[in-house]
């Protein structure tokens, strides 16, 4: 039997365990044909067979991202990109050389700026005045938990001194009330009725952007955490999907996680079913389906937002009476958990504080009571800090832990924004990730991206050593216990976020009959030390057995696509 595509001379990671040498695959009619002993290969070889000769590197399945926010990402590419800033003046300066290339915009959007690059986390107004006084700017933060303002964006807006914090935000002020120029959480929401709605062109140019930098770090599919909704500046990529989808554009498979929008009722899950229903009688689920719900439990750790069982410290050490936000009551959420999960939809969790943690275990279980088991595979995301006492749940409960692992490491936004304001011995619960393996959690994993880097080689670099590649003489987050091993940590990206997709019957793994969607990696990750991990890099990405990604300097002499051109994107901050 000839094949179309065999790859030859390498290793092969199958999606679990160690991996297996000395093997050949086959590909024909974009579908893994056949496994065979390398001694085998030649007989699939025919006259029209492209061999790839692995050369030693490793053949894996393509990752898949759990947790991404690729049309904002994408677009924010487009628009002022802050991300490559490396401190605050240089984004000052970047705001000030994209207003000046762009003349003809009327507000300045974008985002990408790090907290890290700003006393207390909170850029002020006047840095944006002082190049930009009469043009409105609004810019969200890297982790889009923050937005960024001039003082002409905060008039327009009609924010001043007497305008009340929202119930879900925060916004900096000046000694007289005055908006300082930072607006947490909900409160970027302020500025929703006059600063310009997305272009639906705009969206569809984000996504075919963001996908041509997915496929380049060897990414096949993924779950976007925020469809058919709108929030943190990031407009609706729904019908950016449906174009693509319609015009044979989309080459990754896509999970969309439908917005459960936290101000609502429990009137939002008829509508959601519908538009999963609706979206799956276009005949495209295997590309596209919107069976999931993303419910932000919480907010984030470096603004004091994150939903925490004990209170948050000041800059003296001193208890606070602030422990972070709930963003949706945790009556309600049991109530919607239940309805969601008998209506067959999958809920996708934001819970990065240990109580908005327990608020979502808590509505898994009463889930669980009221519907029996079910098939919905739910996730929480994040998990930056996890009770002891509840890391045993998510077995229990079969719920899933997305991790973004690249955030599990000592860098300026935890040490200096988030550990100095917890309580004493929180480092050791950051990031529990060997806890939860130890207890039985099933694992998945994602990025977040344009919150950090969408490379799922740095965050598993991340994930085996907790310590970021500039910083090998450092201790790693939250002590040695949390690690995980190789294959874990290559499992979570790969059939344990097609498990999460439902996507595991054919993707996710390299067996036969399963979709040739494939990653090739050099150096073999596995042959490394864990310390030069980072090293390991794609080298080509193969989408139902077509090479979609190839790296200039890889050997492409059969017809292989040319390589696309990746753009630098920052690590591992958020």
């Known amino acids: ?311 948050y410290r000041d800059a003296h050490g001193h208890d606070t009476a602030n422990r972070g936000i709930s963003f949706v009551d945790p009556t309600l959420l049991r109530t919607a958990v239940e309805e969601l999960d008998a209506a067959g939809m999958q809920v996708h969790f934001h819970a990065l504080g240990d109580r908005a943690v327990r608020e979502a275990l808590d509505a898994i279980e009463s889930a669980r009571a009221k519907n029996g088991a079910s098939d919905g595979r739910h996730h929480l995301a994040h998990l930056q800090v996890v009770a002891e006492a509840d890391t045993t749940r998510f077995a229990e409960l079969d719920a899933v832990a997305n991790l973004q692992a690249l955030w599990a490491t000592h860098e300026t936004q935890i040490d200096v924004l988030t550990l100095p304001f917890l309580q004493d011995g929180a480092e050791a619960r950051q990031y529990p990730f060997g806890d939860l393996v130890r207890d039985g959690a099933r694992l998945a994993a994602g990025s977040d991206w344009p919150v950090s880097s969408a490379d799922p080689l740095a965050a598993i670099h991340i994930a085996v050593t907790r310590i970021a590649p500039d910083l090998v003489d450092g201790e790693p987050l939250g002590g040695a216990h949390q690690r995980l091993d190789l294959e874990t940590a290559m499992a979570a990206y790969t059939s344990g976020s097609a498990y999460v997709n439902h996507r595991d019957h054919d993707t996710g793994y390299v067996r036969e009959g399963y979709l040739a969607n494939l990653v090739v990696i050099e150096p073999d990750p596995f042959t490394l030390p864990d310390e030069e991990l980072y090293r390991a890099a794609v080298t080509s990405t193969w989408i139902e057995g077509e090479a979609v990604y190839v790296r200039s300097d890889a050997e492409h002499g059969d017809g292989v696509a040319d390589a696309v051109p990746t753009p630098g994107i920052p690590t591992p901050t958020r």
Request: aromatic residues 6%.
């Open 1 to 311: 039997m000839a094949v179309d595509v065999l790859f030859t001379g390498g290793s092969v990671f199958t999606g679990s365990a160690s991996p297996l040498r000395g093997l050949a695959v086959g590909v024909s009619n974009g579908r893994i044909a056949a496994i065979v002993p390398e001694q085998d290969a030649a007989s699939l070889v025919g006259p029209d067979t492209r061999v790839v000769e692995l050369d030693g590197a490793l053949l894996a399945p393509g990752f898949q991202d759990a947790h991404i926010h690729p049309v904002g990402g994408g677009v924010e590419l487009l628009q002022c990109d802050l991300s490559g800033a490396t401190d605050a003046a240089d984004a000052v300066a970047t705001v000030a050389a994209y207003a000046a290339a762009n003349p003809e915009e009327p507000w300045i959007l974008g985002g990408g700026w790090s907290m890290d690059h700003f006393a207390g986390g909170a850029p002020d107004r006047g840095l944006l005045d002082a190049v930009l006084p009469d043009r409105p700017v609004l810019l969200m933060s890297r982790d889009h938990h923050s937005a960024w303002a001039n003082t002409a964006a905060i008039r327009l807006a009609g924010i001043d001194a007497a305008t009340p914090d929202p119930a879900d935000g925060r916004i900096e002020r000046e000694a007289d009330g005055t908006p300082a120029g930072t607006f947490h959480e909900g409160s970027s929401e302020l500025f929703a009725e006059v600063r310009p709605a997305g272009s639906e062109e705009l969206s569809y140019r984000g996504l075919l952007r963001a996908q041509e930098l997915l496929l380049s770090l060897g990414i096949t599919g993924w779950q976007d955490a925020l469809v058919a909704g709108e929030s943190a500046g990031i407009s609706d990529p729904t019908g950016a999907y449906l174009r693509a989808v319609d015009e044979g554009t989309l080459r990754a498979h896509v999970v969309g996680a439908q917005w459960w929008e936290r101000s609502g009722g429990l009137d939002q899950v008829e509508g959601m079913v519908r538009l999963r229903d609706r979206i799956a009688q276009r005949g495209h689920e295997e590309r596209l389906s919107f069976g999931t719900v993303k419910i932000m439990v919480d907010g984030v750790a470096e603004n004091q937002t994150a939903a925490m069982l004990t209170p």
